[in-house]
């Protein structure tokens, strides 16, 4: 792979960082196109009559082309611009599902849920409209097939999975479970936000119902999700918010007429900066390759899993992760410590329950060091890591 770190600004200072589940680092290329934006035609998108205007119409436009080249959707109506990936999913929760759901229709998740994929659905079912089950998690937190099949009942309505999830970093099998689900006129929900930035994401070929993702993982900037959802199904979906942009006309209550997909699902000013960074962000990661990311991050999860598992009193909690996250606890120091220790030595690592608070129920421990890696990231900076582990000693006496 080229040598990427020099694209970032944030790796020039003294800094290991190893938290891109949570956001990555933008490259400069991102950062110039927003600050372009800025500088030269800052202005809003569909609405004025007047040059730069349009050149901001253009670049909304051409980013929406892009998101759905890189997704493979079938029209651009498909792509719709959110503030992030939890306001996707809240959207499709409150804006499809709730008029669609009735008391007894059930909703299955996972305990590795992030709360984004979560707390939506419970709202949903506090409310009377649904009944959220679990799908069962094998021997290593890992979403099968076969316990798919055993969650399923007749008044199965929706299934609700991550893509990969941001603790565990298993990859789940979408697309077989997309092919049972729909044999049962299932629907389902994928989150992609830690996906979309490591791999090659084909929405026909999953063909799952409606996915959203986060920008600011994938090298992008933050304030930005993407809804994609069936061209069919959005047509449905109604808007949980409503204002300028996404009207036709408003005459009176009963006198409201629409636009069509896909500003009838972006009411309000959107954060064009943001978008347009995107674009960015897409050419990018297209430029590097997928393949090359992906090849990247396993490399180098493989090298700190061989690292840690020499270390006795390092507790790795997904050992088969498929995915650059790493999870772990060192044995007697609390998660917390553990990460304000290597703080010290300006190593950026996550600590805590990571958004899935509902995980301690199957894995037994309500908090966790995660190590997730990026295709900047180098075994030198896995080297310093695992070496300030090692002493166990020095972990503990410096956190008295």
């Known amino acids: 792979m080229l040598d990427v770190r020099k694209d970032f600004p944030m790796l020039k200072q003294d800094i290991i960082y190893f938290d891109n589940a949570a956001t990555t680092f933008k490259p400069q290329c991102v950062i110039d196109a927003m600050s372009d934006y800025y500088e030269n035609y800052s202005a ?155 791999m090659k994401v084909d929405v026909q070929d999953l063909d799952c119902d409606f996915l959203v993702f986060a920008v600011h993982k994938m090298c992008g900037p933050t304030g930005l999700g993407i809804l994609y959802g069936k061209k069919e199904l959005l047509e449905s979906l109604d808007p949980i918010n409503l204002g300028g942009g996404m009207n036709e006309s408003f005459d009176s209550p009963n006198e409201i007429k629409l636009k069509s997909l896909p500003l009838r699902l972006e009411a309000g000013t959107q ?11 897409i050419d990018y990661l297209l430029n590097i390759g997928f393949d090359n990311i992906y090849k990247k991050e396993k490399e180098l999860k493989d090298y700190l899993i061989s690292k840690l598992s020499h270390l006795s009193h390092i507790d790795i909690i997904n050992y088969n992760s498929e995915s650059g996250i790493v999870t772990f606890n060192v044995k007697g120091v609390f998660s917390q410590d553990v990460a304000y220790y290597l703080n010290k030595y300006n190593i950026c690592v996550r600590a805590g329950n990571h958004c899935a608070k509902i995980l301690k129920q199957a894995i037994g421990d309500t908090n966790t060091v995660r190590v997730s890696l990026y295709f900047y990231n180098t075994k030198k900076e896995i080297d310093d890591l695992v070496e300030l582990l090692s002493d166990l000693d020095k972990i503990r006496k410096e956190m008295i």
């Not at 055993?150 to 999975?161: E, F, G, Q």
């Open 44 to 198: 809003n998108a569909h609405r004025g009559d007047y040059d730069i205007s349009y050149k901001v119409d253009l670049a909304v436009e051409n980013t929406r082309e892009k998101v759905k080249k890189l997704i493979n959707a079938r029209f651009n109506e498909e792509i719709i611009f959110t503030p992030g990936a939890t306001s996707g999913l809240n959207d499709v929760v409150n804006g499809f599902f709730a008029n669609l759901l009735d008391v007894n229709d059930e909703v299955l998740i996972t305990q590795s849920e992030h709360a984004s994929n979560v707390l939506p659905w419970f709202r949903l079912a506090a409310l009377n409209k649904c009944q959220v089950r679990n799908i069962d998690l094998n021997a290593n937190y890992k979403v099968t097939i076969e316990n798919v099949l055993k969650a399923i009942t007749p008044n199965t309505k929706v299934i609700s999975l991550a893509h990969i999830t941001n603790v565990i970093g298993d990859i789940r099998p979408i697309k077989e479970i997309c092919k049972i689900a729909h044999e049962r006129n299932i629907f389902v929900v994928v989150d992609a936000s830690q996906s979309i930035p490591h």
């Open 271 to 281: 954060n064009i900066a943001a978008i347009i960074g995107l674009s960015a962000a």
